[in-house]
């Protein structure tokens, strides 16, 4: 099926401002962040700032396919609850990040594909800690690793929480990418031409 996108592109001093989804693992210097959904023993740590490569002979992002870095905007599909479920035996912390995407940045109906990602906040999601001390340890110390402010859930836009699908889950129960009915009007998110 093909998706429309667009292409947009961002200024470094005028990112688009989007969230990730990221699990928290510990590496020699302490707790890191982590992509979710790649299960291996010995995940590689997310940088502050990285840049989105291709296994393809293509600068990343580009156009039909799925290279980038991925994040997601208030009124796209893509689901952040959904990769919880989806991951749900991976029993390490969880954290929402908010990134500024710039260079060529391809938004469609699913999220945000970027070039380049650089982490300027983190909300932690307090239930994942034990007690507070542990809590506010993980704050501390990822505030330190990454330069930037680490808060709670609920500094976080309320639409991150939401699953697009309804109640907790896709409306047809499954877990996954949106249905293959599922559309958007890319100029109703007012990301410009």
Known sequence: ME??????????????????LFRIRRDAAGPVLSSPMYDDPDPTPWPKAKTA????????????????????????????????????????PWAFAEVACSGRV??????VRAERAEIV???????????????AAAKEALGERYGVP??????????????????????????GPPPEDATLDLDSLGLGP
Not at 57 to 62: F, K, L, M, R, Y
């Open 53 to 92: 490569a291709c296994t393809e002979p293509h600068a990343a992002p580009a156009p039909r396919c799925r290279c980038g870095l991925y994040a997601a905007i208030e009124g796209t599909l893509d689901s952040l609850p959904g990769y919880l479920r989806d991951n749900r035996h991976d029993e390490d």
């Open 150 to 175: 680490v808060v709670g859930l609920a500094a976080a836009p309320g639409w991150l929480g939401r699953d697009p699908w309804g109640g907790g889950g896709r409306a047809d129960g499954r877990e």
């Open 106 to 111: 391809f938004v469609d109906m699913r999220g």
């Open 3 to 20: 998706i429309e996108e667009r292409e947009l592109h961002f200024a470094p001093e005028e990112p688009l401002l989007a969230w990730r």
């Open 121 to 135: 906040r983190i909300a932690l999601a307090e239930e994942c800690w034990p007690d507070a001390a542990a809590l």
